[in-house]
Every structure is written in structure tokens, then in C-alpha cells.
């Protein structure tokens, strides 16, 4: 009964490489978003969709492109990977902000990206 | 300029004794909401407590609440009874509402409770 799932949980690639993380949600929420952990436990955020609509795009390589195909799900691909690529990549989502606590973020269990 | 400042790296406490992570915020927009998550060595970011800028109350969760200073910028986060398995890193996180309703983290406290 996961919340929100990300596949694959690890992965690993050479520089130069294209690759997808997937993330899906069933908590029936509005939006999501996919956040970039750094080695130093930085959180970022990179992109929020909502209703499948972009509202939020960081300033983030046009290497990586968000999709949306539906309210559900949130990919990220990103093309010709490089070694500062390598990071925790997280998929969140969250509901409306109406409600005792807001539109929190509920967070899918991450991706270890290592680029070699 | 940092919107979201935790100036405690690092922590230490006694197991069943109370601890204070402290978060300090930067924001001129009057509606926003703070958050705060929770990140253990497994590596999950769990949401622990919510603390709406309009509320008039200091949130609480079980043994977490939210100590909310609104003219001094604060949410400082008060665990209870710590237990071992409160040893995790910690963000305080905001929400304004202008600008694209972009949640920003802090860079964290890494609390270990001894036993």
C-alpha cells in the first residue's frame, strides 16, 4: 500500500547515458514534485507538476525533462548523464492546502543515482 | 539570502530527555506554512508536523510540536522523550505562498540520542 513509490530505488550507469525514474502516487493528489539530494543532504527542488501542468521548473539542465502523463504519475528523464548527476533523487507529492496540515509533502522513498 | 537557516549541524541528547532543533525563517509573504521531516540512515524523508502561518496554536504530533515564534521567525521543533530511534537528520522546511508555492529545506540537524 505505497503511498508513493519510485522505481528503481538504485541506479547505476555510465556518463553519456539516458535513463528514466518513474514515480506514482495514490493518494489522489493534485500535485507532485521531484526534488535532487546532494551528497551533503541538501534538498532542491526541481520540478512541480500540477494537475499535469508544469508550475514549477528550477533552474535545472535541459538535460532533464519532467512528464506527466497523468495526475498519478511523474517521470524524470534525464539524457547524457554526468558525474554531478550523481544524487538522491526524490518524487513527492502533496493535496490542496486546505486541511490541518496544508498541502504536505508526502515523499516517495528516493533514488540513488551514481553516474561512473 | 538563506529563507531557511538551522544553525544546529549536529546534536546530542539522552535517551527519554526533551531537545530542541531550531529552525529560524526569512519570508515577507504573510501566508506560508513550515514544515518539518524527518530523515533516518534508511534514508526516507517522513513528514513528523505542519504549522500553517495563520494558526493560531503551536502544532503538535504525538511527542513532536512545533514551537511557532511568528515575529521572531521561529518553528523550532521539541521532541519528547527521545527514543533511539530518533536519531536521523531533521529539515525544517517553508512554503510561501508567492512564488510558485515553492517549498525550500533547510540544510538539516543531525541529532544522535544516546542511550
Known amino acids: 500500500d505505497t503511498a508513493v513509490s519510485q522505481t528503481p530505488k538504485y541506479l547505476v550507469t555510465q556518463m553519456g547515458n539516458d535513463k528514466s525514474i518513474k514515480c506514482e502516487q495514490n493518494l489522489g493528489h493534485d500535485t507532485m514534485y521531484w526534488y535532487k539530494q546532494d551528497s551533503k543532504k541538501f534538498l532542491k527542488i526541481m520540478f512541480s507538476y500540477n494537475n499535469k501542468e508544469l508550475i514549477i521548473n528550477e533552474t535545472v539542465p535541459n538535460r532533464f525533462s519532467p512528464k506527466s502523463p497523468d495526475k498519478a504519475h511523474l517521470n524524470l528523464h534525464i539524457n547524457s548523464l554526468e558525474l554531478g548527476d550523481s544524487a538522491v533523487y526524490f518524487c513527492a507529492s502533496s493535496p490542496p492546502m486546505a486541511g490541518p496540515r496544508g498541502d504536505t509533502q508526502y515523499f516517495g522513498p528516493g533514488t540513488r543515482l551514481t553516474v561512473l | 539570502a538563506q529563507k531557511i537557516t538551522q544553525t544546529q549541524p549536529g546534536m546530542f541528547v539522552q535517551e527519554k530527555e526533551a531537545v530542541t532543533l531550531d529552525c529560524t525563517y526569512d519570508t515577507s509573504d504573510p501566508s506560508y506554512g513550515l514544515f518539518w521531516y524527518k530523515q533516518p540512515s534508511s534514508g526516507e524523508m517522513i513528514f513528523l508536523i505542519y504549522?500553517?502561518?495563520?494558526?493560531?496554536q503551536n502544532a503538535t504530533e504525538g511527542r513532536y510540536s512545533l514551537n511557532f515564534q511568528k515575529a521572531r521567525k521561529s518553528a523550532n521543533l521539541v521532541i519528547s522523550a527521545s527514543q533511539l530511534g530518533d536519531s536521523a537528520m531533521y529539515f525544517c522546511a517553508m512554503r510561501e505562498d508567492t512564488g510558485g508555492f515553492k517549498t525550500i529545506f533547510g540544510a538539516g540537524t543531525r541529532l544522535f540520542v544516546k542511550a
Open positions: 504549522q500553517g502561518s495563520y494558526d493560531q
